[in-house]
Every structure is written in C-alpha cells, then in structure tokens.
C-alpha cells in the first residue's frame, strides 16, 4: 500500500459527543494490513514502521463470534422480551432498529439482547456490584475488542503520531452503537479510502491531551499491583463462603425489630426467602470462625457479625488508626494487604478489572473471566442461606454441616486453580497495556 495521509474526525450524537478529539498535524505512513486465516488475533505479527490495521471482514466476524459466546454465557440471567425492563417506547424503537440491523446482517446478534434480570441471585451481582443495568448494560458486554497484544510498541513516528494505535478497517459510528467501544476511538480517513476507527491506549487513558495527568494513570497501576499482590498470597481454604451468612446474622431479633435495623444488605437478595431458620443461621455463625478477608463484602456485615469476623480482630488493624470497615481512604491500602486467591468474590471481581481495560482487554480472555465470576457467583449463592432451588434451581451447598463446609473447600479449590492462570492473563493484559503507554510518553 503506497504511503497515504491520515486525516482524524471527530464526531457526535445527537445529544452529545462521545468523545472530543484535536486534529493532529499531517503525517504520512503506511497501513500494513492485519490478516488473519483462522479469525482470530490472538497473534499478529507489527510493523514497526506502520499503523496496524485489521480487515474488515475479520474483525466483524470476530466481534459476532464474541457477541455470541457473551450471550450463551448470560442467557441464563436474561429477562424474556416481555418483561419490564425492555418495555416502553423508546425501547421499542431501539429494538425494532436493532431488528432491522440484523436482517441487514450488520450484527447478528443484536436483536436478542435484553436486560439482565434484577431477581436472578446469580446474576444479579453484575448489575449491583458492576452496574450492568438494562440492554445498555448488556451491550457493553458484548462489545468487542481488538484487544492489546496488536499494539505497535515502537517508539517510531507511526507510534508517537497515533501513540500506539490499532486501526479497524471499515468501522464507522453506527459501530459504536452495536458492537464496538467509543471510549479512546477515533475516526480515521485516508486519501487512499483507508478508512477506519481507531484504538490508541493514550486517547483511551489521557483523552486527546499532549500532557499526560498521573491521576488517569492511577487506577490502572492499581489494578495491576491488586493482580501481583492476589498472585502471591496465600490462599484462605476455610472461609466456607461464611461472608453471605454474616450479612444476614440477627442473634438478638427483639433487639432488631425493635431498633428496625435489619442486616445492610438484606435488600439485595429480599425476594429470596431463607432455606434454613434465624437460629441455624445464628448458630453457623457463632460456631465458625468468620475469616473474610474480601474488604468490599464487610459493609454489608451485621453489625454484630462485624466484630466476629477474623481480620477484623487482626492486631494490626489494632494497633493503627484503621476503621472496620475502613473508610474509603484506608479501602484501598486494605484491599491490597488482604486479597487472596481463594476468595470467591476476589475470582468475581475479575470482571471488574477486565471492564477498567475497555478495548484493550483480550476478547478471548475477556470471555473467560466472565463464565469464570459466573461460575465464582453460582457457587456463592449455592453456599449461601438463601433458598434459590426452588424458583431457580440452584442446589445448596450447606455449609452449616461438615459434609456441607467439606464440599465448599473442594468447589473453592477447583475454582481457584481455574482462576489463577486467567488472573495471570489478565495482569499480562495489564502489563501490556501500560508498557504501551510507557513506551509514547
């Protein structure tokens, strides 16, 4: 392809823009064309002296194979087209355009998206823990990714020009709407119809801005020592998934219905009633040792299950001025001191971290962490005392016997061992990521 000159547009929707963006001065370079014969990218090989690019075709089959592995993986949590949550007017017409869309063949799998269902106890952790709510929620899972491992990590005039950027081939606006992310994408243009959207990891973390601010770097870095930190931790094999117990702990009902404090997070789980009494409640609790140590999940404690929990007796958080629960100060220096790689919640928040990357996650990997905190979130629930056989099926786990606590440490081993190579992915993933930016500053 002969050298052509990169023009940048920005663009907006009808009520605002999605992104802003500066016109970088003229540069001119080549496109080297990504082609990849089995569809996938997981391996691509850079020029150092171009922009890489993927075809159109490729990314397009990629980004459908990936909006229906998604959507398999979340069916089971998906509310039918005739419940609430996708009724009203204005989700009709999106979902009539959507219809059209599909027929046209621009996204196949478009068409059946539906929100996620509130009431499901598996699934509704990723709308109250990740604010994955209604089709919108939906459809940021299921948009795809060309991932980071394409990235040019060169230091050439291609790299500082666009710093560091993939460039889809054939992708426009509407894209943004169906099946690709808008945060750190431009539209490109060529004087040679190399058209395109985008992806640059600095656009993405410091917006179109020629100094960077630490701060948006922050979270990242983060993120990356959580992943090295859970890595090499011990690992705790007798919590027996206690922590959703002590959320519902009452040892003294007279004293609660009186004061009218129920457990902070009996909220969630509401319509679920319980499969054992307050008293086997009370008593699991009292008779095990509560040892939590999932930061996140403390302030949803009873008040009277707080105290009683093992880190939360931990002399060092004695001998300082740190606060259980701690404020939100001291959360993340706790979250750092405590996170290990048995803890169920810690394998769920996974998806957390891979959500931070946006378009710079691995789609396949991506794809693995959320059937991983699908399966971490079934055997939360089936260890909890919550009834969810009978409205959905879930066998319980119970914990509040010995064959019941034996058979939870065999769930939480297995799922550990799945966990700790896609964990190490994922902080790859990061690795990547951030050398990418290291590497144009």
């Known amino acids: 392809m002969n050298p052509s000159t990169i023009v940048r547009h920005s663009w907006t929707t009808r009520s605002r823009p999605l992104f802003y963006s500066r016109l970088l001065p003229v540069r001119k370079f080549s496109c080297a064309v990504l082609e990849d014969d089995s569809n996938t990218i997981d391996t691509i090989n850079r020029d150092e002296d171009s922009l890489n690019k993927i075809s159109e075709e490729t990314w397009r089959l990629n980004s459908h194979d990936h909006a ?25 017409q999106r979902q009539k355009e959507r219809k059209e869309n599909y027929q046209k063949g621009n996204q196949s799998a478009d068409a059946a998206i539906t929100a996620l269902d509130p009431k499901n106890p598996v699934y509704n952790f990723l709308i109250e823990y990740y604010g994955l709510r209604g089709t919108k929620g939906v459809r940021r899972l299921l948009k795809w990714s060309p991932g980071i491992y394409t990235v040019p990590t060169t230091t050439s005039a291609i790299a500082t020009t666009t710093h560091g950027g993939i460039l889809l081939e054939g992708a426009t606006e509407q894209d943004f709407f169906t099946s690709l992310h808008a945060k750190g994408a431009s539209l490109w243009e060529t004087d040679d ?94 008779s095990n040792t509560l040892v939590c140590s999932h930061v996140d999940a403390w302030k949803f404690f009873a008040k009277e299950a707080l105290v009683q929990n093992e880190f939360g007796r931990h002399k060092n958080f004695h001998q300082s001025s740190t606060q259980i629960p701690p404020t939100p100060e001291q959360r993340s220096t706790q979250i750092l001191a405590l996170e290990q790689p048995a803890c169920v919640h810690t394998s769920m928040d996974l998806l957390k971290i891979a959500l931070k990357l946006g378009p710079f996650c691995d789609p396949h990997l991506f794809q693995k962490i959320l059937g991983l905190t699908i399966q971490a979130r079934s055997l939360d629930v089936a260890a909890s005392p919550y009834d969810a056989k009978t409205q959905y099926g879930i066998e319980p786990i119970p914990i509040e016997t010995l064959e019941g606590r034996n058979e939870y440490k065999r769930k939480q081993l297995q799922l550990m061992k799945e966990a700790t190579p896609i964990r190490r992915d994922l902080l790859q993933n990061y690795n990547i990521f951030l050398s990418a930016l290291q590497i144009v500053q």
């Not at 229906?68 to 039918?80: D, K, R, V, W, Y």
């Not at 519902?248 to 009633?273: A, F, M, R």
């Open 68 to 92: 229906q592995t998604i959507l398999e993986l979340l069916s089971p949590g998906l509310t039918p087209p005739d419940h609430p949550l996708n009724t009203g007017l204005q989700r009709q």
């Open 193 to 286: 119809d190399c058209k395109g959207v985008l992806y640059s990891p600095w656009n993405y973390v410091y917006g179109h801005r020629s100094i960077p601010k630490p701060q948006r770097l922050a979270p990242f870095l983060w993120y990356q020592s959580l992943l090295q930190q859970t890595l090499a931790a011990t690992p705790i094999l007798h919590c027996y998934g206690l922590h959703e117990w002590a959320m519902q702990y009452q040892p003294t009902t007279e004293k609660v219905s009186k004061d009218n404090q129920l457990p902070p997070s009996s909220k969630y789980q509401s319509h679920l009633k319980l499969r054992v009494s307050q008293t086997t409640l009370n008593e699991t609790v009292e």
